[in-house]
């Protein structure tokens, strides 16, 4: 079965900084990789996702993150940060691209931006 | 509204009760998800369901039920509520393609006591 490993618990950065908030998922054949993001109080939300194609990823709010086959990773960035990005974040990976197989979720990853 | 709803958005309840959380989406979207948060877990996946009268198991299905009579609704239910089952649970619906989007709910927090 497919796993998810959030590297990181907490990310604490300075507001503008740049960030990177890492991904790995054990190998299969091919994968759908995903990034959502959790603001407090409120449900996940897609931040960007990776189907096939361009191995860099460019998502909402400025994060995009590159998917690289030989590492296992699917890492996401930002070059400047802001306040409004404190929010947990979650990397999740679909192992077959047929069938509906539900998406396995790592344990998240929270970013806290500092004035 | 269009969307997905949950409610309640807060339960307390004691351990023994039985308890449903209710999901409803009007996108007629086929797949409705139940997942559970838990500070060092994650999401954790307890049921699916591909489409009316069909549901599968996630990784911690012990000690919920759920149906699925009509497409908009997915409702779970703890039979018999245990301090374990404290935690928030998200509901999630997706489109019958497997491209992964899939749209929350905004949770609904569960505390038994």
């Known amino acids: 079965a497919q796993s998810v490993t959030q590297l990181d618990s907490q990310v604490p950065v300075f507001e503008e900084a740049p960030v990177e908030l890492r991904c790995n998922y054990s190998?299969?054949?091919?994968?759908?990789l995903f990034w959502y993001v959790q603001y407090p109080n409120q449900g996940l939300q897609l931040l960007l996702k990776?189907?096939?194609?361009?191995?860099l990823v460019k998502g909402i709010n400025g994060f995009e993150a590159e998917f690289n086959k030989s590492q296992t990773s699917f890492h996401l960035r930002k070059p400047s940060v802001h306040i409004s990005d404190t929010a947990e974040y979650f990397c999740?990976?679909?192992?077959?691209?047929?069938?509906?197989?539900?998406?396995?979720f790592g344990k998240g990853t929270r970013l806290s931006v500092i004035a | 509204d269009a969307g997905i709803t949950q409610s309640p958005r807060y339960k307390i309840t004691e351990t023994g009760r039985q308890v449903t959380l209710m999901c409803h989406q009007t996108?007629?979207?086929?797949?409705m998800f139940w997942y559970r948060q838990d500070l060092g877990h994650g999401l954790r996946l307890i049921y699916y369901?591909?489409?009316?009268?069909?549901?599968d198991k996630g990784e911690v299905p012990d000690g919920y039920v759920v149906s699925r009579s009509k497409t908009e609704n997915f409702p779970l239910t703890l039979e018999s509520a245990t301090r374990s089952q404290t935690s928030v649970y998200f509901c999630?619906?997706?489109?019958?393609?497997?491209?992964?989007?899939?749209?929350f709910g905004e949770g609904s927090r569960l505390t038994v006591l």
């Open positions: 990776y189907l096939s194609g361009s191995t």
């Open positions: 999740a990976v679909r192992g077959s691209p047929s069938g509906n197989t539900p998406l396995v």
């Open positions: 369901s591909a489409a009316a009268d069909i549901t």
């Open positions: 999630a619906s997706s489109l019958e393609t497997n491209t992964g989007e899939l749209f």
């Open positions: 996108w007629s979207h086929s797949y």
């Open positions: 190998s299969s054949v091919s994968v759908y």
